[in-house]
């Protein structure tokens, strides 16, 4: 007798439509299949989006904070702080410009950085602190912001969870409270290009360094706009982004408001079906999530029989402190206790806006049959 397989649930998925199909293969009949007119285009729709006043398209979040190290002068010497609740390039950025990191413990909440926290590892030798803001949330960037100039400090938001999230009167990467923010455009975040990412700023200066970092350190000035002469000035790196994957992008940002309205809704379906521990909303905060991660007692019995049922689901994170490459530098269990325990019970359930009313329903049944 054949059995009928079930309908198997991951994480996150992106959205593809045909309007973002034709807007990559309108670019791939084009001249420019990279350095063309779409780049700048995407940067423009950024910030439109967001009101920063310069946008940075990158390969990937990940180039988008190493170059913001890097125009923020981090360098051997200096001290980063960081959640240690993230992937693990939050941290790693930092040590791509051979500084060093500290670790802030977070709120047991919202799995934000604790401002607090921050307070406590701040030093002489600290350049910039990166707030994380987890699952969609933005950290309460006001205080940090707050903190972090009264020592001198660089500002530098890692939203790889945030585009399209709102914090009290502003969008997540304005600015207003931060040097420069970055965003992920990975598949599954709420927007995509494939791969890439963005990096946002008000500040002209930064601006024109993020520019020539992400480009091998070029730079053409007036005199050299339309002839073959560039300048490398400083050491960069090849982290553009093609225009392909900003046609893909440009076209995404317009439903942006609608897969922020769509995640909203699941994670208030979640809310009212589930009755389970999980991350809350502040007031300050309207976040478009990109996780909706519960509290469960037994994480590791629950992630194999959610399996057993077809819920693919996810841990995010191993807290990064306790990475191998981490503890060689001192770090160990039990440095960071609410993010160690946080940890040790998250679990992250199918948030994306394909998902129909019936598959909530369908996925909170399963939930339900094995807790």
């Known amino acids: 007798m054949q059995t009928t397989e079930i309908k198997k649930y991951g994480y996150g998925k992106q959205n593809i439509t045909e309007d973002d199909i034709n807007a990559v293969v309108e670019v791939l009949k084009s001249p420019y299949l990279t350095c063309g007119p779409n780049v700048k285009a995407f940067e423009q729709a950024i910030c439109d989006y967001t009101g920063a006043k310069y946008a940075v398209a990158v390969n990937s979040a990940t180039s988008g904070l190493h170059i913001a190290m890097m125009a923020a002068g981090v360098g051997a010497g200096d001290e980063v702080i960081t959640s240690p609740m993230t992937f693990l390039a939050s941290a790693n950025c930092a040590r791509f410009c051979s500084a060093d990191v500290k670790f802030a413990d977070i709120e047991p909440d919202t799995a934000n950085i604790n401002p607090e926290e921050i307070k406590k590892h701040i030093t002489p030798k600290t350049n910039a602190v990166v707030p994380v803001h987890f699952a969609g949330q933005s950290c309460d960037m006001q205080r940090i912001y707050k903190i972090a100039k009264e020592h001198n400090m660089y500002v530098i938001e890692d939203a790889a969870h945030a585009i399209g999230s709102d914090y009290k009167d502003t969008k997540v990467g304005c600015c207003k409270y931060s040097d420069m923010t970055v965003f992920s455009f990975h598949p599954v975040k709420t927007i995509t290009t494939a791969e890439g990412g963005a990096v946002t700023t008000n500040d002209e200066e930064l601006y024109k360094k993020l520019c020539a970092f992400r480009a091998h350190g070029m730079h053409k000035d007036s005199e050299m706009v339309n002839d073959w002469r560039y300048e490398m000035r400083e050491l960069g790196y090849n982290y553009r982004m093609t225009d392909v994957q900003a046609a893909l992008g440009i076209s995404q940002l317009k439903r942006l408001d609608a897969f922020k309205q769509r995640r909203r809704e699941i994670v208030d379906f979640y809310n009212k079906n589930l009755g389970l521990p999980h991350l ?49 530098r001192g770090y160990k269990w039990g440095d960071y206790p609410v993010a160690e325990n946080y940890y040790n019970h998250t679990i992250s359930l199918p948030l994306y806006p394909d998902l129909t009313d019936d598959d909530l329903e369908e996925i909170v049944k399963r939930i339900k049959s094995i807790i």
Request: proline share 6%; net charge negative; hydrophobic share 35%.
């Open 280 to 328: 809350i909303e502040k007031d300050f905060s309207n976040a478009c999530f990109h996780l909706y991660p519960i509290l469960i007692d037994d994480r590791k019995k629950f992630y194999f029989d959610s399996r057993e049922v077809g819920l693919n689901l996810q841990v995010h994170y191993i807290p990064v402190h306790t990475q191998p490459y981490y503890q060689e």
